[in-house]
């Protein structure tokens, strides 16, 4: 994380020529970098042979108007500079590329809807580190991936062509966008022919997540017993030996699908669905016609079955935690945030998109029904449960991930469980966005591409 912050500024083709690079002789002699010899200028993919000459009591970086277009850059751009001298390669960057599901060309203050403001601020957060970002989309991609079309902010937004990032943030919101062909085309051409790194690479699925975590005695204690629910037996089994379960989607998000079942008497049984509205309830006199009603949805939606957990609860309603882990500047999984969310009325999920409201986690259990013994080092516990199953989902499931949102309960006997791992954490989820303000979820994010890229 050594590389030094220096401004790059754009000089007349006519002063300069494209070949030639003018850099501040103190920056040259500390980082002994040759003057009037051949190297090579690197930023992300971009490859240019050129000399450098040293300019005296000078901090900052001269290139070309032409070289400057040719890259990318915009005016009042900073970044980090590193010499490289078993390959001559004087480097730029980081160069940061942010991969989003759509454009929304109807909006040109707001280009990427709902997120533009997070663009925005990841943008605000670049300039502070060093870096330089860019977001595209799937649309962008095509048979050549020597350059993309991208979007940066600078006093508005403007589309242009960039080099290929040195790191790329996926931060597709389907599966379907994810798996198309170009875009896996992409994230595999760029590592082998750049050495791009891609984090956040893939969706996790709910069954995935546990079966992996299963391998590590370790995890074991946070995991309700979960199954993928494929016939009756397996139904009933789980049915029987606890008062509640739930059915997820293995693909589901936002608590969309998701069913409790729970018995009501000898022979009653009451399946709850979770909708926008609320909950959505229905009685049945035997297991097999509750399994009957759901049998139908079994044949397009993969289910798992989890044993049913006595969450605490404020005023009723149940309370659960999410956990922002990240990697840091030294690539290390630290957490960066621990929010409670609390259902709204008459919901058993607690996503904000349910009703469900955000607070600080150590308010929460202040007021939850969790017994006194247990709050002390709840807030502790839960930290330490994140980076526990932060590491195992890197240590068992083969994929990169650089930041992971990590589902969290505690019951009434104070024990703390695995609800869900979300390889796409939204930004919104955690702290809310304010106009010039930069979260720590951000930059942590640019520190975790620093150093990726090396810089």
């Given at each position: ?77 900073t ?60 649309a ?20 242009m ?58 995890l ?20 029987t ?7 997820k989607p293995?693909r ?15 022979e ?5 669905y ?10 049945f ?20 079955i ?19 882990t ?84 505690i ?23 304010t ?21």
């Open positions: 994380m050594s590389a030094p912050k220096i401004n790059v500024q754009a000089i007349s083709s006519g002063i300069l020529s494209d070949d030639v690079l003018m850099l501040g002789e103190p920056l040259m002699k500390k980082s002994k970098i040759p003057a009037g010899q051949p190297l090579t200028l690197q930023f992300g993919s971009f490859r240019h042979p050129v000399t450098v000459v040293p300019v005296p009591r000078y901090e900052g970086l001269r290139i070309s108007q032409t070289l400057f277009r040719r890259m990318g850059l915009h005016t009042g751009v970044l980090r500079l590193q010499y490289r001298a078993q390959t001559r390669t004087l480097s730029l960057g980081p160069l940061i590329g942010v991969l989003v599901s759509r454009e929304y060309p109807a909006q040109p203050d707001k280009p990427f809807g709902d997120i533009t403001m997070f663009c925005r601020e990841l943008t605000d957060a670049c300039r502070k580190q060093g870096a330089y970002v860019y977001f595209f989309t799937p962008a991609l095509g048979s050549s991936q020597a350059a993309v079309e991208g979007w940066v902010y600078n006093e508005g937004w403007h589309r062509v960039l080099p290929v990032p040195n790191v790329v943030n996926n931060r597709l919101t389907t599966r379907k966008l994810e798996n198309l062909p170009d875009v896996q085309q992409f994230m595999r051409e760029i590592n082998v022919r750049y050495g791009s790194r891609v984090f956040n690479e893939k969706f996790l699925d709910k069954s995935e997540v546990f079966e992996a975590l299963k391998k590590d005695p370790g074991q204690r946070y995991l309700p017993e979960s199954h993928s629910l494929h016939n009756f037996a397996m139904f009933r089994s789980m049915c030996r606890y008062p509640s379960v739930f059915l293995v589901g998000s936002l608590g969309k699908g998701i069913i409790r079942i729970t018995q009501t008497g000898a009653s049984w009451q399946a709850s979770a909708t926008v509205n609320g909950t959505r309830k229905l009685t006199s035997s297991l097999p016609k509750l399994y009957a009603s759901i049998s139908g949805k079994m044949k397009s939606v993969r289910y798992l989890q044993q049913g957990l006595s969450l605490i609860e404020i005023g009723g309603r149940p309370v659960d935690f999410r956990a922002l990240q990697k840091n500047a030294d690539g290390e999984w630290t957490v960066t945030s621990v929010v409670s969310r609390t259902a709204g009325n008459d919901h058993f999920v607690s996503n904000l998109a349910r009703g469900g409201t955000l607070s600080k986690a150590r308010e929460a259990i202040a007021k939850s029904n969790l017994p006194v013994l247990y709050r002390g080092d709840a807030s502790a516990r839960l930290h330490r449960a994140a980076l526990d199953i932060a590491r195992g989902i890197d240590t068992y499931i083969p994929a990169h991930f650089g930041e992971l949102g990590i589902d969290l309960a019951d009434t006997a104070g024990r703390i469980w695995l609800l869900e791992v979300n390889s796409k954490p939204s930004k919104n989820d955690n702290t809310p966005l106009e010039g303000k930069i979260r720590p979820s951000v930059r942590m994010m640019i520190q975790y591409a620093r150093f990726l890229s090396g810089f």
